[in-house]
């Protein structure tokens, strides 16, 4: 059966969450509606959780591998068992604004390879706290084309985050019949990255996408599987290594639009987040690794990065992001009140 619309998710070990992130989808479902998902082998009770939700909606797809695959092949599997026209990410943790599908579903007679929406940045319980525009808050709804070079320069120049360099899963909604058009490159297995070399790869192929600026998810934050305590250099690196690889591989001799897309890069990791890097990289061979990737890559300023290899600065910065998070509480609670 073919769908206007297949959600797809990939899950490992997310049972305390998955339920949330159906139903979000569930309650406004029609039958133009699919969803898939993939499962990396959870040990947990995901899958109780899928057959729960099979008993109120016919329309979901299960599959579950024998062992764990890694992200970059869990997300392409979902979009292999998809058969919906359009596909949308959505993470195993994350859930949708009601009337979302509605909205998307009348975005996509129009036929655009691409659709990215805004989002809500929620804490743990999924409150939100703040509402993150992908784009310069000015921008409203607007379709850009990718192969030209002076619409794609002025995308880049406008992005404000990674989410729209389709760093973040829970806004995308594509082409199915474009993605399909692309033959996966093995190299960025490993990469979780996967995704985004199938997305760019939409450009040989003639790519126009719609910035939407109206927030359609919820992301849950704190949650970060790749992430978490220990964990922050090599999310990082994820970010430094990986994107620099999409540069490589899609932009290389392409100067303006390579300084542009270097400068989202800055915007999503401004100098706070990497001095926030800088206190969980405890050998100082690493850190002079990400400093020179920092510097040769994405343009850092010199003295910035190098101010931040002084022996002393760890437990200064310390005591700045102690402050910091307590000024961030105030800045959350504030708004979830207004909200």
Known sequence: ??????????????????????????????DDIQIVISDNASTDNTKEVVIEAQKKFKHIKYFCWDKNQGADINYLKTVELATGEYCWFLGSDDT???????????????????????EYLCDLKMKPYT???????????????????????????????????????????????????????????????????????????????????????????????????????SRYLVDIDGFKKIMDDF????????????????????????????????????WLSIEEKLLNNYNYNKFQIKLLKCKYVRPILYLLFLGHRVLMKIQRTLFSVKK
């Open 1 to 30: 059966m073919s769908y206007k619309l297949t959600f797809c998710i990939p899950v490992y070990n997310r049972g305390d969450y998955l339920e949330e992130t159906l139903d979000s989808i569930i309650s406004q479902a029609t």
């Open 96 to 118: 949708i604004e009601q009337l979302a599908i509605l909205r998307i579903l009348r975005e996509i007679e129009f036929g655009y390879d691409i659709y990215l929406c805004s």
């Open 131 to 233: 509402i993150h525009h992908l784009l310069d808050e000015g921008i409203e709804d607007r379709v850009f084309n990718f192969n030209d070079d002076n619409e794609l320069y002025e995308y880049f120049t406008l992005a404000q985050s990674q989410s729209a360099l389709f760093g973040y899963l829970s806004s995308i909604i594509f082409k199915r019949s474009k993605w399909n058009k692309i033959k996966y490159d093995d190299s960025y297995t490993g990469t979780l990255y996967s995704h985004m070399f199938m997305l760019y790869s939409f450009i040989e192929h003639g790519c126009k996408l719609k910035y939407i600026k109206e927030p359609l998810v919820y992301w849950r934050s704190g949650n970060d599987s790749f992430g978490g305590a220990g964990k922050i250099q």
């Open 251 to 286: 932009f290389s001799g392409k100067e303006k639009i390579l300084e542009a897309f270097k400068g989202v890069f800055r915007r999503h990791h401004p100098i706070k987040n990497i001095a926030y890097l800088r206190l969980n990289v405890d050998k100082q061979e690493d």
